[in-house]
């Protein structure tokens, strides 16, 4: 089967501008997870949707990150505006069920403020 | 909820069994614990689950005692591709799958 698809890969951008990021979890997934990542910390869950209803956002900074979940499939992380502390690897993943469930990890966008 | 201690680093060899330990002290009766594996510029990637006793798959084992405060991880005979930080999570089953990554242990095979 085909993995979780994100783009871009890479995206520089300057404080205070806007940036997106999207993901296309593997077909049948009905939970979708973002995550940040810092260099050299584990992942830190973001968001977690069960099909187009969030779950559990209480780690999105909500003043200034956004994120849906169009129909249950597709889904758009949004960082508006950026602060350099945002500097990280945004990471997308997705599984079959709502607990206990492996997830199933893209290879992220790694985004730098400049 | 359930917090995982681990080894920051290990070092080994090729060839060698390694075994990672974690610890998780206040794990709830329906967790279950995982653990993934990461690659530099990757995303982690799902290793095996277990709940209890021992879990086998083609590339790892999974020692859970009885009082399943911690877990052990196995890889026997580790190549350079093992290369990698494993990470040791134990999920909130009634919460719907919450993870909460830890720092994870940086493993490092040499030749």
């Known amino acids: 089967e085909a993995g979780v698809a994100q783009s871009p890969r890479y995206k520089i951008i300057e404080k205070r501008q806007s940036v997106a990021f999207w993901c296309n979890p593997i077909?049948?997934?009905?939970?979708l997870y973002w995550y940040q990542q810092i260099l050299g910390q584990g992942p830190k869950l973001l968001i977690q949707?069960?099909?187009?209803?969030?779950?559990?956002d209480s780690q999105l900074p909500k003043d200034r990150f956004s994120a849906e979940r169009l129909k249950g499939v597709d889904s758009t992380l949004k960082i508006q505006p950026a602060k350099l502390e945002d500097s990280a690897v945004y990471l997308c993943?997705?599984?079959?069920?709502?607990?206990?469930?492996?997830?199933?990890f893209g290879d992220g966008t790694r985004l730098s403020i400049l | 909820l359930a917090k995982t201690t681990q080894p920051i680093s290990m070092d080994s060899y090729e060839g060698q069994e390694v075994n990672i330990t974690c610890s998780h002290n206040?794990?709830?009766?329906?967790?279950?614990i995982t653990w993934y594996q990461q690659f530099p510029s990757q995303g982690p990637r799902f290793i095996i689950q277990?709940?209890?006793t021992k879990v086998t798959n083609e590339v790892a084992s999974l020692f859970i005692p009885a009082d399943r405060k911690s877990s052990t991880l196995s890889l026997p005979r580790v190549s350079l591709s093992d290369t990698a930080v494993y990470y040791c999570?134990?999920?909130?089953?009634?919460?719907?799958?919450?993870?909460?990554f830890g720092q994870g242990t940086e493993l490092s095979v040499k030749p």
């Open positions: 206040n794990i709830a009766t329906n967790d279950y």
């Open positions: 999570l134990v999920g909130e089953g009634n919460q719907g799958g919450k993870l909460i």
């Open positions: 993943a997705s599984s079959r069920g709502y607990s206990n469930q492996p997830q199933h």
């Open positions: 949707f069960q099909n187009n209803g969030v779950v559990d």
């Open positions: 077909s049948g997934h009905a939970t």
């Open positions: 277990g709940y209890k």
